[in-house]
């Protein structure tokens, strides 16, 4: 196993550990009372690259009952493991034919977003205070009703703290024992004119730092801004981002059509670099998951494939990799429409100057990093396929809980790399073993190592991956998943198995396992998926 592999171990295995996402999912489709009856369990994934998070999520669901029966032994840090089954022919009311986004989301997102929103409204006549007003939001008026002598300075209230662990620890109690940054709400982050921003509330976690929603005090500018972590380490890899979004955002960009994020400023603040971002909304993660984990329609999730694909021509022309494309990196830039842009390009390089072997996500992993073979710009396009397929299923496409695991994921869908990358890539042994069978495909003559063969090799105990879907093949995952809808009209249910057609081929050449074959995005874009032509 990689030395870097926390995959197989709980989630603090991770030294960098800091995101643990919890989600809640139920299916419409389930009668209520089996929603209420919750089995709730969890498995371990999201895990990070190199010396990065790995999150934890449980999802709370109830089997359908045809699948229970399947269900194969658990880890024992999977023991809330989900049971999460596509049923083929379950109808589900998914497609949606638009690509506005779904609606149940925005309406959770505006709740979050809008505090407003939770606050009791205020009585329209302007004498009338109703109890719960008195005791909540005019709380202070009415101790001063009371007693005149009681005086309210909101100078004294406590600090609102916003990272955890809070307790100061380095850096002259600055900084926690993490060597984050304690950040507090209307606390000021830099000092120069023009560059001081109010903290107004924590927008997420990562490795590298924190991210703050800030209002400029000159410009009252609402931006996110990156306080990244105060070791070396994390610097120079967080000033490598820095050099590639500038890069981005003035040569290739300049006029922001491109989907990429953009970084409006640097700055130091008590030894932590600082990275002013534009600010932007939630990320796709999210949107699956407000969306109940039940898949976006194909118009909604084309109209996301298209905008990553111009993102990745652009990064492929600059010969840069973004290295964890990853649903949680991807983000809508507000809730009033489907436009995204990439984030996170603390992981990023330029293709001739690579430094890690050991990156991306492993749901997103490509084969060439799998097996520790040399890789490109098509590592991205890896990543980009099975975003897409998670889009529209819903779930990841290959959920692998170890490395083994991804591999044979994507083994049991797409069949055995070629010989030469096997017989080149610095991994590639641990998972595969030559057969001696010289009938068949030449290119083709390895095999995966049985489970039992790889725990034995490797020393510890490989568990059977837990099956999400009903099938393994790609063409039956998409051609079955919740169609038709109900009420669909003929034209409609057409005009759906075309854009799946569309859709199945546009993964398989995305999804290939060699990179050289692999489809660039400039080939993807051409694709009748994304060009709406018709699909034969
Ligand atoms: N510009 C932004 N606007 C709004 N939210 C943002 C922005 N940038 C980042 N975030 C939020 O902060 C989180 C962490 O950001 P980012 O991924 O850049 O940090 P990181 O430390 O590199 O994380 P990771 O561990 O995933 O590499 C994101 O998942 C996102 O939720």
């Not at 959920?399 to 590639?428: C, L």
């Not at 495909?441 to 991956?465: C, I, M, N, V, W």
């Not at 038709?484 to 005009?495: A, C, L, N, V, Y």
């Amino acid at each position: 196993m990689d030395s870097m592999d926390t995959s197989t171990q709980p989630i603090e295995a991770s030294p960098t550990a800091t995101n643990v996402a919890t989600f809640t999912p139920h299916r419409h489709s389930l009668p209520a009372n089996q929603n209420m009856a919750v089995n709730s369990q969890t498995f371990s994934g999201r895990p990070r690259t190199h010396n990065r998070r790995i999150s934890d999520y449980s999802i709370h669901t109830q089997p359908p009952a045809a699948f229970t029966n399947q269900r194969s032994a658990l880890s024992p840090h999977q023991i809330r493991q989900p049971r999460l089954r596509i049923l083929p022919t379950q109808f589900e009311d998914t497609a949606s034919q638009d690509t506005a986004l779904p609606k149940t989301s925005l309406a959770g997102f505006r709740k979050i977003e809008d505090g407003a929103a939770q606050i009791p409204k205020r009585s329209t006549s302007p004498h009338h205070v109703t109890p719960l007003q008195a005791l909540t939001l005019r709380i202070s008026e009415t101790f001063s009703a009371i007693n005149p002598a009681y005086n309210y300075n909101p100078g004294k209230n406590p600090r609102r703290v916003l990272t955890k662990p809070s307790k100061p620890a380095k850096n002259e109690g600055f900084d926690n024992e993490e060597h984050d940054y304690i950040l507090y709400v209307n606390d000021i982050l830099g000092a120069e004119e023009g560059q001081r921003y109010q903290i107004l509330d924590i927008l997420g976690a990562g490795t590298f730092g924190q991210v703050v929603k800030c209002q400029n005090l000159m410009t009252k500018q609402l931006v996110g801004v990156k306080v990244v972590k105060n070791k070396p380490a994390y610097l120079k890899q967080s000033l490598m981002e820095v050099d590639i979004l500038k890069h981005l955002n003035t040569k290739s960009d300049p006029d922001d059509q491109h989907h990429l994020l953009r970084l409006y400023d640097t700055f130091f603040h008590k030894q932590h670099l600082c990275l002013v971002f534009e600010l932007l909304s939630v990320n796709l993660y999210e949107l699956i998951k407000q969306n109940q984990f039940k898949g976006l329609s194909t118009n909604l999730v084309k109209v996301f494939a298209t905008q990553l694909l111009d993102a990745l021509i652009i990064l492929k022309e600059n010969h840069i990799i973004h290295c964890d494309l990853k649903p949680e990196n991807i983000l809508l830039k507000n809730l009033e429409s489907p436009a995204i842009k990439i984030i996170d390009f603390g992981s990023a390089c330029h293709q001739s100057k690579q430094i890690y072997t050991y990156i991306q996500s492993r749901f997103y992993r490509s084969p060439e990093v799998l097996l520790g073979l040399q890789y490109t710009t098509a590592i991205d396009m890896w990543s980009f396929g099975c975003i897409i397929a998670e889009l529209f299923l819903g779930l990841p496409l290959f959920p692998g809980s170890t490395e083994y695991n991804q591999v044979s994921r994507i083994v049991d869908t797409f069949g055995v790399p070629s010989n030469y990358m096997i017989e080149k890539g610095e991994n590639a042994r641990r998972f595969f073993e030559r057969t001696g069978d010289t009938t068949g495909d030449p290119k083709k003559r390895f095999a995966l190592k049985s489970r039992e063969t790889y725990g034995r090799e490797q020393k510890k105990t490989e568990l059977a991956g837990k099956m999400y879907f009903h099938t393994t093949k790609l063409k039956d995952l998409i051609m079955e998943y919740a169609l038709p809808r109900k009420g669909m009209s003929d034209q409609e249910k057409d005009r759906e198995k075309q854009n799946r057609l569309a859709l199945i081929d546009f993964l398989q050449g995305v999804l290939k396992l060699d990179p050289i074959v692999r489809w660039s995005p400039q080939q993807a874009k051409n694709h009748p998926f994304i060009t709406g032509e018709r699909y034969y």
